[in-house]
């Protein structure tokens, strides 16, 4: 799904949409770094300009019938049948189940202002060059927060008939790697083909230092890319066998990982899917969120910092880090934990899941177990970003593609790689395989 552009399509589309006019040349620095990273500037010359802000028209609509409209405690059948027809000057916009998404943004901490303005601000959308084999578009907000992703009918058939599951997983599974779809969309324009569109949240965000991308499904064959030259700054996503040797450092959130690809590689295999990916992204930790001696106080603020929107860099004019704990905030600190700390006893009972008591005169020693965690230390609350810390490096980890159902035509190209590919794997076979093969990739390339 994710991006490789060759540099010479990018430059002869550089050439084609150089600027003119004094605001473009303003641009032209910015989009000579965009085009480096396979990204576009969708601007007024950009063939998917019109469509772009058709979507942004349509999605500020659709998001302010949710702001004026008081939330439901609890979801109905309803909800999730719901389509609501909004009209424009030149278009109409569906939007499908709208309250159970509401729902989930909620869930992950995130207002429907703050999606609105990431969505639908005046900065232009940038498209995404990918290498997949599907004919979508992506689309990427301009903070790079948020994707929009063309999808065919009968993939949006199976998200919205599997929608009720897929949230009770969520649900149940409130740190799942799963992709989190945010909103499920159709646009129609007169004389032209109906598109429909999801919006889901980048696993890789924010994006300001990582150091390397790729995507895992788990098999060999056709699972090399060629890396970017040295020294480029064109984003190459990686494959399998380019990440053969190395290995994801997570020390004592290395059992959670495990058992949460199988938690959700099983889901997936419920629902009779294939061929999705382990996207992965790694950036080297700070020496201060290596290096330090927290006391509970402070690791309860880092787990609400990264939690809390406010503290993204859509609000900030600097790139923020998830759950960092800037030193201005120390009154902050103490005034909303009063001073104490958690007693040892206490701490195996937050990692359960149990209620937090706190008492005062705790050594921060005594939280020598608790230092590596990351803000899945508090189970209680929800974790909007793919982020898992280890000792060195922080992570970037999702599961997407989820739409390749194992139909009859799959089973015959199964047994056509076969024949083609005799001792090898590759990515088209049962989804119990699949799912089995890509547990054990990383069960295998942990430590």
């Given at each position: 799904?994710?991006?490789?552009?060759?540099?010479?399509?990018?430059?002869?589309?550089?050439?084609?949409?150089?600027?003119?006019?004094?605001?473009?040349?303003?641009?032209?620095?910015?989009?000579?770094?965009?085009?480096?990273?396979?990204?576009?500037?969708?601007?007024?010359?950009?063939?998917?300009?019109?469509?772009?802000?058709?979507?942004?028209?349509?999605?500020?609509?659709?998001?302010?019938?949710?702001?004026?409209?008081?939330?439901?405690?609890?979801?109905?059948?309803?909800?999730?049948?719901?389509?609501?027809?909004?009209?424009?000057?030149?278009?109409?916009?569906?939007?499908?189940?709208?309250?159970?998404?509401?729902?989930?943004?909620?869930?992950?901490?995130?207002?429907?202002?703050?999606?609105?303005?990431?969505?639908?601000?005046?900065?232009?959308?940038?498209?995404?060059?990918?290498?997949?084999?599907?004919?979508?578009?992506?689309?990427?907000?301009?903070?790079?927060?948020?994707?929009?992703?063309?999808?065919?009918?009968?993939?949006?058939?199976?998200?919205?008939?599997?929608?009720?599951?897929?949230?009770?997983?969520?649900?149940?599974?409130?740190?799942?790697?799963?992709?989190?779809?945010?909103?499920?969309?159709?646009?129609?324009?007169?004389?032209?083909?109906?598109?429909?569109?999801?919006?889901?949240?980048?696993?890789?965000?924010?994006?300001?230092?990582?150091?390397?991308?790729?995507?895992?499904?788990?098999?060999?064959?056709?699972?090399?890319?060629?890396?970017?030259?040295?020294?480029?700054?064109?984003?190459?996503?990686?494959?399998?066998?380019?990440?053969?040797?190395?290995?994801?450092?997570?020390?004592?959130?290395?059992?959670?990982?495990?058992?949460?690809?199988?938690?959700?590689?099983?889901?997936?295999?419920?629902?009779?899917?294939?061929?999705?990916?382990?996207?992965?992204?790694?950036?080297?930790?700070?020496?201060?969120?290596?290096?330090?001696s927290l006391s509970f106080a402070t690791l309860i603020m880092r787990t609400k910092k990264s939690v809390n929107p406010g503290s993204s860099p859509i609000h900030a004019g600097i790139a923020a880090v998830p759950g960092s704990v800037p030193e201005d905030d120390s009154t902050l600190l103490s005034s909303d934990v009063d001073g104490s700390c958690l007693k040892p006893s206490q701490a195996g009972d937050a990692l359960s899941g149990g209620t937090l008591e706190t008492g005062p005169?705790?050594?921060?020693?005594?939280?020598?177990?608790?230092?590596?965690?990351?803000?899945?230390?508090?189970?209680?609350?929800?974790?909007?970003?793919?982020?898992?810390?280890?000792?060195?490096?922080?992570?970037?980890?999702?599961?997407?593609?989820?739409?390749?159902?194992?139909?009859?035509?799959?089973?015959?190209?199964?047994?056509?790689?076969?024949?083609?590919?005799?001792?090898?794997?590759?990515?088209?076979?049962?989804?119990?395989?699949?799912?089995?093969?890509?547990?054990?990739?990383?069960?295998?390339?942990?430590?």
């Amino acid at each position: 799904m994710e991006m490789s552009a060759a540099a010479g399509d990018l430059e002869m589309s550089g050439r084609r949409q150089r600027p003119s006019t004094v605001k473009r040349r303003r641009w032209g620095g910015l989009r000579q770094q965009w085009k480096l990273l396979g990204l576009f500037e969708i601007d007024q010359q950009h063939e998917f300009y019109s469509l772009t802000c058709m979507m942004k028209e349509g999605l500020a609509a659709a998001t302010q019938s949710t702001i004026d409209t008081a939330p439901t405690n609890e979801l109905s059948d309803d909800d999730y049948r719901l389509e609501v027809t909004q009209i424009h000057k030149d278009f109409t916009m569906e939007t499908f189940a709208g309250p159970v998404f509401a729902s989930l943004r909620g869930s992950l901490g995130m207002t429907e202002q703050e999606y609105q303005h990431s969505l639908c601000s005046e900065n232009c959308y940038l498209q995404f060059i990918s290498n997949s084999k599907s004919k979508a578009d992506f689309f990427l907000t301009n903070d790079k927060r948020f994707f929009l992703k063309t999808q065919n009918k009968r993939e949006i058939k199976f998200l919205l008939s599997n929608l009720k599951i897929y949230m009770e997983h969520l649900r149940k599974y409130p740190h799942s790697l799963l992709v989190k779809f945010l909103g499920v969309h159709r646009i129609k324009i007169p004389h032209k083909r109906k598109k429909y569109f999801i919006v889901m949240q980048s696993v890789f965000y924010p994006d300001d230092r990582i150091s390397a991308r790729y995507d895992i499904k788990g098999c060999e064959v056709s699972r090399w890319t060629e890396p970017a030259p040295e020294g480029s700054q064109i984003i190459v996503v990686l494959k399998d066998l380019n990440f053969e040797g190395q290995y994801i450092t997570l020390d004592q959130q290395r059992p959670w990982l495990l058992r949460q690809v199988e938690i959700d590689t099983h889901f997936l295999r419920r629902l009779n899917v294939l061929d999705y990916s382990l996207l992965l992204a790694h950036q080297p930790l700070h020496h201060d969120e290596r290096h330090q001696s927290l006391s509970f106080a402070t690791l309860i603020m880092r787990t609400k910092k990264s939690v809390n929107p406010g503290s993204s860099p859509i609000h900030a004019g600097i790139a923020a880090v998830p759950g960092s704990v800037p030193e201005d905030d120390s009154t902050l600190l103490s005034s909303d934990v009063d001073g104490s700390c958690l007693k040892p006893s206490q701490a195996g009972d937050a990692l359960s899941g149990g209620t937090l008591e706190t008492g005062p005169g705790c050594e921060a020693a005594e939280l020598q177990d608790f230092r590596a965690q990351n803000r899945r230390l508090l189970p209680n609350l929800k974790n909007p970003l793919h982020v898992i810390d280890g000792p060195e490096q922080r992570y970037f980890i999702g599961i997407i593609d989820i739409f390749t159902v194992y139909s009859f035509k799959k089973r015959l190209e199964h047994l056509w790689k076969r024949l083609r590919h005799p001792g090898r794997s590759f990515s088209t076979v049962s989804p119990q395989t699949y799912c089995l093969r890509l547990c054990h990739w990383v069960q295998d390339h942990t430590k």
